[in-house]
């Protein structure tokens, strides 16, 4: 693995989210032959999908929160032998603040600014980045580093506002002579409310559920509580 010096990292994530926001504005299509049958497809969409219906709820704190159900993505039609990095970001998924009243989620006013914006903690570059193409395509590419955090300068976290709808954004960037984005697609089945505690009881119980981790510490606790004799 390389070693950057500190403005080395720098100008190489700036040249990164600067061809992902130039591809963006002039939003073009992708012009390289042998990535025109590129395909993302999320992975555990089912699983997501039982998330969606009750709308989906992730924890930020301070020190940061990995996600459940974890983002997997699918991946083929890259060019093998070239590299390729993947950039993933939070974006609104509408302009409301919310709020769980009578065990439901409502629309409580207008989004707060989005303070923590592109290069301020608010984009996470997968650490296989940069890579073949054929290291994407060979397996899922996942996610499970992500730590979600509600604290400015979150030590390259991903800042979120509390009560506020997100919906990931997976960035796929060609780099090289000149960095290129390739790809740009988000699933409407990953949206998710940010919240310092989970508000529906029926989350909660999907997520210890389907999460082992949430699991093995419900079973701890347990343990801890329950009286010896």
Not at 11 to 21: D, K, Y
């Amino acid at each position: 693995m390389s070693l950057f010096v500190p403005g080395a990292a720098e100008r190489c994530m700036s040249r990164l989210l600067s061809a992902v926001e130039s591809e963006l504005q002039a939003g073009r299509e992708k012009g390289d032959p042998t990535e025109r049958e590129l395909r993302v497809t999320l992975e555990d969409a089912e699983l997501w999908r039982k998330f969606q219906h009750i709308t989906n709820e992730m924890i930020v704190t301070k020190n940061g929160r990995r996600m459940f159900p974890v983002l997997k993505v699918s991946v083929s039609g890259l060019d093998p032998s070239s590299m390729y990095s993947f950039l993933l970001d939070f974006v609104p998924a509408d302009g409301c603040r919310w709020k769980f009243v009578n065990g439901e989620w409502v629309a409580a006013g207008r989004a707060e600014g989005r303070g923590e914006g592109r290069g301020h903690g608010g984009i996470y570059i997968h650490p296989d980045s940069p890579n073949f193409g054929a290291h994407w395509m060979k397996a899922a590419v996942t996610f499970n580093k992500v730590k979600l955090t509600n604290k400015v300068n979150g030590g390259g976290q991903i800042m979120l506002n509390s009560l506020h709808k997100y919906e990931p954004q997976l960035h796929i960037v060609c780099v090289g002579s000149r960095h290129r984005l390739v790809s740009n697609v988000s699933f409407r089945e990953t949206q998710f409310i940010a919240v310092t505690a989970y508000q529906n009881e029926e989350i909660t119980a999907l997520k210890i559920k389907y999460n082992p981790f949430a699991k093995a510490f419900l079973d701890a606790k347990e343990r801890y509580d329950t009286p010896t004799d």
